[in-house]
């Protein structure tokens, strides 16, 4: 039987990086994943999905090439090779974390982990192997999430989820998208792109209900008119049958077929296999693990971090949270989870948001003021021929501390990094104001809108006079 300090399972975007920060403070440290390095994000989520999107938002850009003075006549894509970049970029990133984790001495073992005892784990490591016993001073959870399916979905090839899609080497000439959520939406995006006729049907009365209305609003009509996506809300997919000549639904009263139906129903999380019970834990009531603001479960020498313990399913939070469990676990002073958090959005066009919206302040009481800027009226914008969308600053209305931002435009997942570190600082509207940004960039609006919500805009209209 195998001793380690700290034992950590699963290998994603929060468990890796426990294992690295771990070691690097002197633990001996196993880690324990049962499919590839790197987790969802890395080998079916985020990186597969935002290099088929690079691709194909290329491609729409060279079909527009036109507007620029350019010309692009006839052009054309390969699917199968953008899959097969897209593999590749997914392999060397995925040797990366190998080289990462051995040159910090962690031991990495391939197997199914589950809980003997407390600080006992087993991990079985398939037909034909030996079982390993581990025995753990702290262990950290990092399972994830993986995709919902539910039952009433029919079971064909036909019908597949985000990580079944990411599989396909040929594209359907069209296709129904269940769920108009973050990942509904940016698959539909990128289907349209490519030419691929896709219909969003969303059970809520919009897309995407976690961000505020305008900039739902924005999204939703760039998506109808300019990708020429329909958006069916407020409506149930029913009745659906599936076979080899495509697959059908009833939304409302109108009959639905495509070539294929992509389910993005959200995500659930992965504890099925890890034998929780022997180690004095259970799911709360929504499947997921409960934890306190440094990461302990109600078990002391049990961590868990990332999508299997709910809140934003997010890979960089999930970093974050394995970095602080790390760190806590190893007996370093304790510290908290971060609190502002990015979101960041890659549709088209794209959208980020930290901190607190318009919509969350409202159903908090909170007094609120903002300001906005059009990417319309900014010089990089129009220069590289992408005028849409805007910036949006909340802050407080008495002290004009930045509470919140949100973008949706150009490159809007790159410039709120900017407004995560204003926020997080603790800043001003004044103060964002006043910091010089280079000129021509995207990065201006956030200055330029901070001008606006402290009454002073240089470049869009003054506020009016009170008569």
Same mark, same amino acid.
């Given at each position: ?35 590839? +390095? ?13 290099? /088929?999107?690079?691709?194909? !938002? ?50 990495? +073992? ?75 939406? !940016? ?17 809520? %009365? ?11 609003? %924005? /999204? ?41 139906? +992509? ?21 709360? %009531?929504?499947?997921? /693990? ?26 960089? @939070? ?5 970095? @602080?469990?790390? %760190? ?74 930045? /509470? ?64």
């Amino acid at each position: 039987m195998a001793a380690f300090d700290i034992v950590v399972i699963g290998a994603g975007p929060g468990g890796y990086p426990a294992a690295i920060r771990a070691a690097q403070l002197g633990a001996s440290v196993a880690l324990v994943e049962r499919e590839e +390095l790197g987790g969802t994000c890395l080998n079916w989520g985020c990186i597969p999905t935002k290099t /088929l999107i690079a691709s194909s !938002e290329l491609f729409a850009r060279i079909k527009s090439a036109g507007t620029m003075g350019l010309r692009a006549d006839n052009a054309s894509f390969d699917y199968g090779a953008m899959a097969d970049r897209k593999d590749q970029v997914v392999q060397k990133l995925r040797n990366g974390v190998k080289q990462l984790l051995k040159a910090n001495g962690v031991t990495v +073992l391939q197997g199914t982990a589950s809980f003997q005892g407390r600080n006992r784990i087993e991990v079985d490591r398939g037909a034909g192997s030996e079982a390993s016993l581990l025995t753990a001073g702290k262990t950290i959870i990092a399972t994830g999430a993986t995709s919902a399916m539910p039952g009433f979905l029919p079971r064909h090839e036909r019908v597949v989820e985000s990580r079944g899609f990411l599989g396909l080497r040929d594209l359907p000439a069209s296709a129904l998208v269940l769920g108009g959520g973050i990942i509904g939406c !940016e698959f539909a995006c990128m289907l349209a792109q490519l030419g691929v006729q896709v219909t969003v049907v969303e059970l809520l %009365e919009d897309i995407i209900a976690v961000v505020d209305p305008d900039v739902r609003r %924005e /999204l939703r009509r760039h998506m109808e008119k300019s990708l020429g996506i329909r958006i069916l809300t407020g409506v149930t997919l029913e009745d659906i049958t599936a076979d080899d000549r495509g697959v059908r639904g009833r939304a409302g009263q109108e009959m639905l077929e495509a070539e294929l139906l +992509l389910v993005a129903l959200g995500r659930k999380p992965v504890t099925q296999s890890l034998k929780l019970e022997n180690a004095g834990l259970a799911p709360n %009531e929504r499947g997921f /693990l409960s934890v306190d603001a440094y990461g302990r479960t109600n078990v002391a020498t049990i961590y868990a971090i990332g999508d299997v313990i709910g809140g934003p399913l997010l890979a960089h @939070v999930a970093t974050s949270q394995g970095l @602080v469990a790390a %760190e806590n676990a190893c007996g370093r002073y304790l510290h908290k989870n971060e609190t502002v958090i990015p979101n960041c959005i890659f549709t088209t066009p794209e959208i980020g948001t930290v901190g607190l919206g318009e919509q969350e302040a409202q159903q908090q009481g909170r007094k609120i003021k903002t300001g906005k800027y059009l990417f319309g009226a900014l010089g990089k914008a129009l220069a590289i021929g992408e005028p849409f969308g805007f910036v949006k600053w909340v802050a407080d209305a008495e002290t004009n501390q930045l /509470l919140g931002a949100h973008a949706v435009g150009p490159h809007a997942t790159d410039i709120i990094a900017e407004a995560a570190v204003a926020i997080r600082a603790e800043l001003t509207a004044a103060d964002l104001a006043h910091t010089i940004h280079a000129h021509p960039t995207l990065a201006e609006a956030w200055m330029e809108a901070a001008h606006a919500l402290i009454g002073e805009p240089i470049h869009s209209a003054p506020p009016r006079k009170a008569s």
